[in-house]
Nanobody
Framework: QVQLVESGGGLVQAGGSLRLSCVAS????????MGWFRQAPGKEREFVAY????????YSADSVKGRFTISRDSAKNALYLQMNSLKPEDTAVYYC??????????????????WGQGTQVTVSS
């Protein structure tokens, strides 16, 4: 059974930092693209960032570019999201996701086959 488990969320003041982690079990994703998405209350799930299987290419949404950094450790089957200069509008549940076969990442949530349960990030002003 494939599982993605996120951790690292919490409450932080605006301008602060958090590092989210996502550990996969049940299969390896070393040849698959992985990504982060988020969903704020009353809003649709939105793309945050993705990374290709060999970490050779990353892409982030304009809203987080320059503040968030996605990375992965294929040996640990883990995905990370370093979030700096957090803003109240970053408040959301953050989800990690993985594609089952493709190494190319996309910003479309429907292209991802596996999802974690989410971790809450709350940024106070």
């Amino acid at each position: 059974q494939v599982q993605l488990v996120e951790s690292g969320g919490g409450l932080v003041q605006a301008g602060g930092s958090l590092r989210l982690s996502c550990v996969a079990s049940g299969r390896t994703f070393s040849s698959s693209a992985m990504g982060w998405f988020r969903q704020a209350p009353g809003k649709e799930r939105e793309f945050v960032a993705y990374i290709t299987w060999n970490s050779g290419w990353t892409y982030s949404a304009d809203s987080v570019k320059g503040r968030f950094t996605i990375s992965r450790d294929s040996a640990k089957n883990a995905l990370y999201l370093q979030m700096n200069s957090l803003k109240p509008e970053d408040t959301a549940v953050y989800y990690c996701a993985a594609r089952s076969r493709y190494w190319v990442g996309t910003s479309d949530a429907t292209d991802y086959d596996y999802w974690g349960q989410g971790t809450q990030v709350t940024v106070s002003s």
